[in-house]
């Protein structure tokens, strides 16, 4: 918060926030830094992206349990936690919260 404001971030969920429908499988767990933040007096909105390589492939930034509320990076997160290694090429590479 800087005078008022949320300027800055992390979420902690689970890819089914970056999925349509999920189909039988276990869902990974994740803490991403929230971008392009925008308070206003009665909204916050931001958005959430995966993570991609140079080369543009996604990273799996995602683990097999939730994530605490003290780790505040994927990166530390994988340092706690087995990785999650069901992945769907469908999951959305961006999401955008209203609140």
């Avoid at 276990?26 to 009665?42: N, Q, R, S």
């Avoid at 909204?43 to 799996?60: M, P, Q, Y």
């Amino acid at each position: 918060m800087k005078n008022g404001k949320l300027t800055g971030g992390f979420f902690w969920a689970t890819t089914d926030e970056f999925d349509e429908r999920r189909e039988g499988y276990t869902c990974g767990y994740f803490v991403l830094p929230m971008t392009e933040i925008i308070h206003e007096d009665d909204s916050i909105t931001f958005k959430l992206r995966l993570l991609k390589t140079k080369d543009g492939d996604i990273l799996n930034n995602f683990v097999k349990a939730p994530v605490d509320y003290h780790i505040r990076s994927w990166q530390e997160a994988l340092t706690y936690y087995q990785i999650w290694t069901y992945f769907n090429s469908s999951l959305k590479e961006e999401i955008h919260f209203v609140i």
